[in-house]
């Protein structure tokens, strides 16, 4: 069975300082991974997708994230936070067709 | 495009009366979703339709039904609302693995 683990509920930077969101997944199969950002009281939007292709995965403003399979982990990391990066953010996992799970969440906090 | 479209944004239900939450896409995708976000939990899927004419049950999906009236749209109807229904309703599509999400409906059930 798939699942995901994030491991901080609430994370605080200052901005300009680098962001570091931590994710761990548990799948079968060789999984498709995503991170998701949500503004408050918005939809979610996609920020990058892992889909078995280069394990360095870049996304929309700055955000990167690597796969890493012998550590089960697809962390998302920014080098420099912007007050606008503010929001919750979810690491997904996906290796069925039509099923995604979703992580709880992290709140980033970005203080000025 | 207007993307994922979602009605209402919000409302109020007292316990035991009916709802039908509106989705509409215009982005041609096959599959569609209906997902609820609660606080500390993420998304939970509450049904799926792969296809038009096709639906299937998710995680949660106890006191819900749902229609897929044609490829555009998809609804989710709560029959009798409970006070465990309150929550924020996400719909989604999906093309190549990527989810586009509306903008969600918020749902207060006393």
């Known amino acids: 069975a798939q699942s995901v683990t994030q491991l901080d509920s609430h994370v605080s930077v200052s901005e300009g300082t680098p962001v570091l969101l931590r994710c761990n997944y548990s799948s079968s199969y060789s999984p498709s991974l995503f991170w998701y950002v949500q503004h408050p009281n918005k939809g979610l939007q996609l920020l990058l997708k892992?889909?078995?292709?280069?394990?360095l995965v870049k996304g929309i403003n700055g955000f990167e994230a690597e796969f890493k399979k012998s550590e089960t982990s697809f962390h998302l990391t920014k080098p420099s936070a912007h007050m606008s990066d503010a929001a919750e953010y979810f690491c997904?996992?996906?290796?069925?067709?039509?099923?995604?799970?979703f992580g709880t969440g992290t709140r980033l906090k970005v203080l000025a | 495009n207007a993307g994922v479209t979602q009605t209402p944004k919000f409302q109020v239900l007292k316990t035991g009366q009916s709802m039908t939450l509106q989705c509409a896409q215009d982005?041609?995708?096959?599959?569609m979703y209906w997902y609820r976000q609660d606080p500390g939990m993420g998304l939970r899927l509450i049904y799926y339709?792969?296809?038009?004419?096709?639906?299937d049950k998710g995680e949660v999906p106890n006191g819900y039904n749902v229609s897929r009236l044609n490829k555009r749209e998809f609804s989710l109807r709560l029959e009798s609302a409970a006070p465990s229904q309150t929550s924020v309703y996400f719909c989604a599509s999906t093309l190549s693995y990527e989810q586009y999400f509306g903008p969600g409906t918020r749902l207060t059930v006393t």
């Open positions: 339709s792969a296809s038009e004419g096709t639906t």
């Open positions: 982005m041609n995708h096959n599959s």
């Open positions: 997904v996992v996906s290796d069925q067709p039509y099923k995604y799970i």
């Open positions: 892992y889909t078995s292709a280069a394990t």
